[in-house]
């Protein structure tokens, strides 16, 4: 009996349900007469990027009550997951966060989605100088948020530093002579996210090889078959990830340290650097530790090869840019570009640029606000110092890639030698 | 006999350590999330077991006034409401990142809080009573509000209501007639081959077939909807259903049937008046494990769904997990948001929903 | 009665029509695609272009090592369901239904509980408390006084199925044990006193009274473990970072998601997804028609 009324009011609940689900799907028609721009938007509920996009999007909708603005967003590999699976399907957005290199371009260019943008931006608007080519005939596939996107920062941690009696790193060797120190005082010298495989290739490996090699574009040479990923540059490479385990710059335990507790440790001073990107910046959230923060390109490496001194791996910017199918309709185009005016507007560059997202504008004649935080004009300092070189993911992908990235992971904790790494990965390069 | 005993209380502790040690297992750590999940991020990192102190501990906390900014969203409506307002931020929560901002209504405040510019702090004490303790409220529940709000977690909340509770009916109310037809009418060729069919789909998962059916489904303008993703929930779910139930009809007396139909009952009255009561402890059964599974499943809304307007709890919640993401007491709070309905539903049916699960329709 | 069976057909395909039709358009319709798409190398968004190319995609897959890596993890875990989480239920059922322990219902609602948990929220949480110096590093820093110590298990291949096997052992073991506590509390308790008369002692009544009677139970909860855990991808999803970490814990479902979705090299990728699930349904096939036959030769 008493299940009976169970069932009951599990039908009960169930008539309730039903109608809302009618109701709601009402609400998603109603875009009638609107240039519907249907765009994949990047973000997540918990970081600026996210919340920003939201706001920019309504505010625009309210100038613009005749565009809507139809957004999907996702963040990290949900959104290459959706990307993948949109495209395969047909489901082609009008307007994507996309880039030109392996990792953010790739889908977009087997799809034929890639779209030239040259023609259709405003040269006194966006200064056409600061967008690199992103293809054979200077192409742009897409609008970059900045100029470019710095992968291989070392965050050092000033105070730390003072108190302890350091100054900054010359060479390596300084910072494997802080392992005692730093040790002494209950901390570590470096920290990085190292369960995240993409970091150590993004935020590690790319500065170390053009260091060893000499060679700012040995890492995009290599995939074009000029050089081979089981060199002897690439090998040394691997092996000073060893060498800094062996001389404790490094810790073994740095395996299971995922992105948020990477960033963590170092807001909390538990390390005197940490090993990311110039977009972590605007994520540290203590503002002491934030404002003693320098930004640096790592020191010189054992065994480098002269003329990279100082230098740090960048990848152009990613960015919003038009699919074929989105400007393949003049209204859906216009519309797009409409809104990624109002996108990039000086306003909201200098939002972004203040909220440490991006590296340097984009934008014609930009003047840089004089009182940005210190964190942010470390970062602008060290873009205007620091010479470029490739980053890995963005010419070697898939499971090459893959390999190499858990490869490092392999090699720190003991599991693998640099040789075996280096071969597995040549024999995945796809050229 | 001596022997006996002494092997009897060695089993009887071994049986204890045993169920002590899995109940201990099972609430730790849900312990630890509930009491963290009310912990600052800093807090988090510093001491792993210590209890929440911070964001409880508020009254002397320091908020500095900042100026209007475009990341700064205001959390009224700035078109009804044009009172001036001063703008502060806290400086021990994610100060600079604009998370922990409260617009203050100017003619609420004192003249010597209003005379200060922006830039200077004030600490919390110093607020007018009523602005005090609503802003202290939101400070303790700092997480629960960001990750709920941000992560739009009561709209997924609801759909994942949806489309178990839908799913799950529509999925009984069709397995009950296919397991009628199969078990009670005289078609055996033919039920052996239906019957094979839709047993086939039990090996299959979602993820198994994704490719295909996203091909199809996006092809068919069902992506993104909330009937598309019930329609593969209610296919999927039917297998293990029809199974159970068919079972289960089985068993009951074909004379019941006949007698009904002989006193001139139509087939539907049959199912309607007869097999459905009857069949409601295996009807629980499925409708218990069907729910679970899908108020769970992850991958297909993941791919299905594209607006907020469809997700799911799980991808809302594992949203707050990706690679990038470093607000640590946030993704605690939105597993608490997932967690604690469901253990509340459990706590009260406890006792039902395990006896549910079996009902007696998976037998020896 | 032929008469009968004729104008009842009707009903019967009125009764049976419309799950089946759902059934087939979202079930059968993808499983036909995706067997078609195997032998292809249609790539959606190469503009319908595609070719035959046989055998490519399984021979492909039967030479890459990840394939065999993810293999045998997967046999892993459908042992650990099959030879862990059943036994162990059945031996935790067997002592409750006994009344070895008091508080039946408390145990049984604990062992019971993470069935309601979302398999996402577990692993996140699990991974929580996995990582560097977190709940579980800290426990053992403290017991084995090293403050270096960290919980390790998560790294190595050798080792990463083991707190895997924990946590589905944990999840879904309670299941299981429901499932065989309801079905001892329905045998008959005479039988077991009569065994005792007879001077069974309690191992022999657990082995010879109590298991044969509830073979049919242990067949039927197998054929659910084996089906379930060839399936499983939310919980290792979600407990491992992506890297070494999700590669070594790599089961058939991840490396189909990881090969059809994210390695953009291959240009067959959606082919040799495809191929990859079909290998995972055949697997199952083949391992539930094990049990059957193992069900039956024990039956006789």
Known sequence: ??????????????????????????????????????????????????????????????????????????????????????????????????????????????????????????????????????????????????????????????????????????????????????????????????????????????????????DPQWVSKAVAGEYSFDDKVMIDSLSFLNRMVDDGVLLEKSVLVDYGANVSNYNNEKALFMVQGQWVAGGIENPEVANATKMIAWPTLPGEKPGLEGSVAAAIQVGYGLTKQGASDPEVRDAALKFLRYFFSHAETTQRLRDGAIVAPILKDFEVPSDLPSIVKEKVALAQRAPNTDVIDAFLSGDANEALNTGMQKIVSGQSTPEEVAMQVESLVQR | MEKNTSKHIIGRTVAYIVFISWTLITILPIFWMAYSSFKSNEELTRNIYAFPYELFHNEDDVYEIIAPQLNVTPDYDTETDTRERMIIESTSISPGRRLMVHFLVKEDLPQEILSRDIGDTLTLSELPKQMRREISRKTMLFNYTSAIQRGGLAQKFLNSLIYAGVSTFLINALSLMVAFALSKMQFKKLSLIVGGLIGFGYLLSVNSVIIPLFLMLSKMGLTDTH???????????????????????????????????????????????????????????????????????????????????????????????????????????????????AMIVYFIFQRRLTEGVVGGAIKG | MKKRDIQALPTYLILVAPALLIYLFVVAYPIGYSVWLSFTDFNPNKGGQWDWVGTLQYSTMFKDPNFWHALKNNLIVVAVSVFGQIPIGFILAYILYRKKVKAVHFFQTFVFLPQFLSTIVI??????????????????????????????????????????????????????????????????????????????????????????????????????????????????????????????????????????????????????????????????????????????????
């Not at chain 2, 929930?233 to 009809?249: E, H, K, M, W």
């Not at chain 3, 895997?164 to 077991?192: E, P, R």
Request: one cysteine or more.
């Open chain 2, 227 to 341: 009937i598309g993703i019930i329609l593969v929930y209610t296919a999927f779910g039917l297998p293990l259903a029809v199974l159970l139930d068919t079972q289960f009809i089985s068993g009951i007396p074909g004379s019941l049937v006949e007698s009904a139909r002989i006193d001139g009952a139509s087939t539907w009255r049959v199912i309607v008046s007869i097999i459905v009561p009857m069949a409601i402890p295996v009807t629980v059964t499925v409708s218990i494990i069907t729910a679970l599974g899908i108020w769970n499943e992850f991958l297909l809304v993941l791919v299905l769904a594209s607006s907020e307007f469809t997700k799911s709890l799980p991808v809302g919640v594992f949203s707050f997990s990706s690679l990038t993401s470093t607000q640590l007491g946030w993704q605690l709070a939105a597993l608490m948001v997932a967690t604690a309905p």
């Open chain 3, 123 to 300: 692993g996140i949480l699990w991974k929580r408390l996995f990582q560097a110096d977190g709940p579980i590093s800290r426990i053992i820093q403290i017991v084995s006084k090293d403050p270096q110590a960290q919980f390790e298990l998560m790294l190595y291949a050798d080792t990463v199925m083991i707190p895997i096997a924990f946590a589905l052992i944990w999840v879904y073991t309670g299941m299981y044990m429901t499932i065989f506590l309801a079905n001892l509390q329905k045998i008959d308790d005479h039988l077991i006193e009569a065994a005792k008369i007879d001077g069974a002692t309690e191992s022999q009544i657990f082995l010879k009274v109590i298991v044969p009677l509830l073979a049919g139970t242990i067949l039927v909860s197998s054929i659910l473990a084996i089906a379930g855990s060839l399936r499983g991808f939310d919980l290792i999803f979600s407990i491992t970072t992506q890297g070494l970490q999700r590669n070594n814990a790599m089961v058939l479902p991840i490396f189909m998601y990881q090969s059809a979705f994210q390695n953009y090299t291959n240009e067959m990728r959606f082919a040799y997804g495809a191929a990859i699930s079909n290998i995972i349904v055949v697997i199952s096939l083949i391992l539930i028609g094990i049990s059957r036959l193992v069900g039956k030769k024990t039956d006789y």
């Open chain 1, 1 to 214: 009996m008493k299940k009976g009324k169970v069932f009951v009011l599990a039908l009960l609940v169930m008539v309730m349900i039903v109608p809302s689900l009618w109701a709601q799907g009402a609400q998603e028609a109603g875009t009638d007469g609107k240039v519907v721009v249907k765009t994949m938007a990047y973000g997540d509920n918990s970081n600026q990027e996210g919340v920003n996009w939201v706001r920019i999007v309504n505010s625009f909708e309210k100038e613009n009550p005749d565009i809507d603005i139809d957004y999907e967003m996702l963040y990290d590999e949900a959104y290459h997951q959706k990307v993948v699976a949109r495209l395969a399907a047909g489901d082609v957005p009008d307007l994507a966060y996309m880039g030109a290199d392996a990792r953010w371009g790739l889908p977009w260019k087997e799809a034929g989605q890639q779209f030239d943008h040259t023609e259709f931006l405003d040269p006194d608007y966006y200064d056409l100088n600061l967008i690199p080519p992103m293809d054979m005939n200077g192409e742009i596939y897409e609008i970059p948020l900045g100029t470019s996107n710095i992968t291989t920062v070392l965050f050092m941690n000033t105070r730390l530093m003072d108190e302890l009696g350091l100054s900054a790193p010359e060479t390596y060797e300084d910072m494997v002579a802080m392992v005692p120190v730093a040790r002494k005082a209950g901390i570590e010298v470096l920290t990085i996210d190292g369960a995240d495989g993409w970091a150590w290739g993004s935020c590690l490996m790319s500065a170390v090889v053009a260091r060893m090699s000499g």
